[in-house]
């Protein structure tokens, strides 16, 4: 996809973060926008900002205020994106949230949340968008769409007290990879990549504002306290920036690359744990280029 101005962009958890700084992009190329998030006041700051550049190229903007892990309301979000639109070229499934802790201290209420956030927010918009942009390109053969996915470097790693936002990531790495192999089975026209960035600074670790209602009474226990220790203070440090990943984004629709990293460095753990698989090794020490942080948390853990 390299023509961008006047085709639509549909963008999840546009209110903040990556989703905000690829909808900032979006705008500045003269793309329609659709913007959703649940939080309407980081949605309202968006569509502040951006609807006068928009409307300035005669572009036209949508917002809506939508609960991915919902799927009646992400259809009734895809009919009206169909009614305003038609289909979109761009979809960015890209809403998350992230909780840490060992696995068996997480609840059945966690695990619905984070996976009706991280993957069922991501399926739906497969469900609801890809027939709609399959029937467009039937119908125009000049026509063509991208789905980015956002995972995670942790949907390629099993880094320890924080399973299940891994298992999360890792179910939208096999969606991504099966949905574009699905996608070569039927069409030339529609692309796919899957975003796997490591920490980034961005509001990921502020995720109490969007807590649902059934998990506010529960107190986290020891080892969330240190995920969320260690996640913040892993994304507060990061270096590279949310604005550079959504480059990495744009770059990878312009030339159609699948996996989209945002440090590649971090590969390595990525290789050491597919040999492990490969030799049927026990899984590889994820500490070992680190070893003062694990025996930090072990130390923290075991108290
Ligand atoms: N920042 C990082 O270090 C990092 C690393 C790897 C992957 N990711 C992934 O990147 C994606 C974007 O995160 P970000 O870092 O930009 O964080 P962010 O918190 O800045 O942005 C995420 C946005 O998603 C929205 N959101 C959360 N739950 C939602 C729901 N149920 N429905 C609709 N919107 C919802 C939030 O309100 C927020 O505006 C997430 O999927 C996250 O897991 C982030």
Redesign the pocket.
């Known amino acids: 996809m390299k023509d961008f101005k006047g085709r639509t962009a549909v963008l999840?958890?546009?209110?903040?973060?990556?989703?905000?700084e690829c909808a900032r992009i979006c705008a500045a190329r003269g793309m329609n926008l659709v913007l959703?998030?649940?939080?309407d006041d980081?949605l309202n700051r968006t569509v502040t900002e951006l609807r006068p550049q928009i409307e300035t190229q005669g572009g036209n903007l949508l917002a809506r205020c939508?609960?991915?892990?919902e799927a009646a309301a992400m259809q009734a979000l895809a009919e009206d994106v169909r009614n305003t639109f038609g289909a979109p070229h761009f979809v960015f499934n890209?809403?998350?949230?992230?909780v840490g802790g060992l696995v068996w201290e997480t609840t059945p209420t966690e695990w619905a949340w984070v996976m009706?956030?991280?993957l069922m927010?991501v399926v739906h918009g497969v469900h609801y968008f890809t027939p709609m942009m399959l029937e467009a390109a039937k119908m125009d053969s000049s026509w063509n769409g991208h789905i980015v996915n956002?995972?995670?470097?942790?949907g390629l790693l099993a880094t320890p007290n924080m399973g299940i936002?891994n298992v999360s990531?890792h179910a939208v790495v096999a969606l991504t990879e099966t949905l574009y192999q699905d996608l070569k089975l039927v069409s030339d026209q529609i692309n796919v990549s899957v975003?796997?960035?490591?920490?980034?600074?961005?509001?990921?670790s502020?995720n109490e504002l969007?807590r649902p209602q059934e998990l506010a009474g529960q107190q986290p226990t020891a080892s969330q306290i240190i995920g969320e220790t260690m996640l913040k203070k892993?994304?507060q440090s990061?270096k590279v920036t949310?604005v550079e990943i959504a480059q990495k984004v744009f770059d990878a629709l312009e030339s159609g690359q699948f996996y989209i990293y945002s440090h590649p460095h971090a590969l390595g753990a990525v290789q050491a744990r597919l040999e492990d698989v490969m030799l049927a090794r026990n899984p590889s020490d994820p500490f070992s280029d680190k070893p003062e942080l694990g025996e930090q948390l072990r130390t923290q853990l075991r108290k």
């Open positions: 999840t958890g546009a209110g903040s973060g990556f989703g905000l959703v998030d649940v939080q980081a939508v609960d991915v892990s890209n809403a998350g949230v992230c009706g956030v991280n927010g956002t995972a995670s470097m942790a936002y990531k975003l796997c960035p490591y920490s980034v600074s961005t509001g990921i502020a969007i892993a994304v990061g949310a």
